[in-house]
């Protein structure tokens, strides 16, 4: 690795670990290196990190407010070193095939690939699908030898998840919202997957569904008397809608990641794939 901070590396190591030697054996040095670089980052910080008792290193309250700090920072490291290192550069500039439904693509991808793209040669080529389509077949086996993708990401409600081998990634819950200056209204516009989950109360007040994400925020953030029900993420930072209360956990769903076995092995992989980890809720 280019980039790294190995008193980090050796902190976060004895705060696993529980121990000074444990972490010396772990990482390859000599458990006095350890006691050393503990002693020097204590000494910069002004911070007892841990009380040492019959061979344990318990982490004080000093360190384990530091332990996010520090776990966070190796995270950007290793991010860093993926874009600029050696392993990087060997894979930066080569063309990306992502398979996406059309929430992640407009909502999810645009995220993960803005920092990629503004430091590296990557071409990135993002088809759409229905949603729930994919999971039924995964890139290994839809035309796996002649026009695959690198990376498919996709959405499906939990019950519904497949039993094949699945990378998960997080979760992503509904959200009712309205205008921002509208009223509450009984008249419902919702996102197409939705609809069939809907309860029966709910789905007799749906007066507009749509494939389209993007519809349904235009319609109901111009509307006065519209309550519209899309993913939260696609609203939550939305400044022209009011996000309501009422939950739907109903509506929650699964956000997974298939990837060739080639790619899987790629920095530029294991970095999108850390990205979104981050992303989702």
């Given at each position: 690795?280019?980039?790294?901070?190995?008193r980090l590396k050796i902190f976060v190591a004895v705060a696993e670990t529980g121990?000074?030697?444990?972490?010396?054996?772990?990482?390859?040095?000599?458990?006095?290196?350890?006691?050393?670089?503990?002693?020097?980052?204590?000494?910069?910080?002004?911070?007892?990190?841990?009380?040492?008792?019959?061979?344990?290193?318990?982490?004080?309250?000093?360190?384990?407010?530091?332990?996010?700090?520090?776990?966070?920072?190796?995270?950007?490291?290793?991010?860093?070193?993926?874009?600029?290192?050696?392993?990087?550069?060997?894979?930066?500039?080569?063309?990306?095939?992502?398979?996406?439904?059309?929430?992640?693509?407009?909502?999810?991808?645009?995220?993960?690939?803005?920092?990629?793209?503004?430091?590296?040669?990557?071409?990135?080529?993002?088809?759409?699908?229905?949603?729930?389509?994919?999971?039924?077949?995964?890139?290994?086996?839809?035309?796996?030898?002649?026009?695959?993708?690198?990376?498919?990401?996709?959405?499906?409600?939990?019950?519904?998840?497949?039993?094949?081998?699945?990378?998960?990634?997080?979760?992503?819950?509904?959200?009712?919202?309205?205008?921002?200056?509208?009223?509450?209204?009984?008249?419902?516009?919702?996102?197409?997957?939705?609809?069939?989950?809907?309860?029966?109360?709910?789905?007799?007040?749906?007066?507009m569904r749509s494939d389209s994400v993007e519809s349904v925020i235009s319609l109901?953030?111009?509307?006065?008397?519209?309550?519209?029900?899309?993913?939260?993420?696609?609203?939550?930072?939305?400044?022209?809608?009011?996000?309501?209360?009422?939950?739907?956990?109903?509506?929650?769903?699964?956000?997974?990641?298939?990837?060739?076995?080639?790619?899987?092995?790629?920095?530029?992989?294991?970095?999108?794939?850390?990205?979104?980890?981050?992303?989702?809720?």
């Open positions: 690795m280019v980039l790294e901070d190995f121990s000074f030697t444990k972490a010396a054996a772990a990482l390859g040095i000599t458990q006095p290196a350890v006691s050393q670089n503990i002693a020097e980052l204590e000494k910069c910080l002004n911070v007892r990190l841990f009380t040492r008792s019959r061979g344990e290193a318990v982490l004080t309250d000093g360190g384990r407010t530091f332990a996010k700090y520090a776990e966070r920072i190796l995270e950007w490291y290793a991010a860093a070193d993926a874009m600029f290192g050696p392993e990087g550069r060997e894979t930066g500039n080569r063309q990306v095939k992502v398979d996406a439904d059309g929430f992640v693509a407009s909502f999810v991808l645009p995220d993960l690939i803005r920092d990629i793209l503004s430091v590296s040669g990557v071409d990135f080529t993002v088809r759409t699908y229905a949603f729930g389509s994919v999971p039924a077949c995964p890139p290994e086996v839809r035309d796996a030898e002649r026009d695959a993708a690198d990376m498919c990401v996709y959405t499906t409600f939990r019950r519904r998840s497949p039993g094949y081998d699945e990378s998960f990634f997080g979760t992503v819950p509904a959200a009712m919202f309205t205008g921002v200056d509208a009223a509450d209204s009984s008249r419902l516009a919702v996102w197409s997957p939705y609809y069939q989950e809907l309860s029966p109360d709910l789905a007799a007040r749906v007066r109901v953030s111009g509307s006065s008397d519209l309550t519209g029900i899309v993913p939260l993420q696609c609203v939550r930072d939305n400044a022209s809608v009011r996000i309501l209360p009422e939950p739907l956990p109903h509506l929650r769903m699964d956000v997974h990641c298939k990837t060739t076995k080639e790619f899987a092995g790629t920095a530029l992989c294991k970095l999108l794939c850390e990205n979104m980890r981050k992303t989702f809720i």
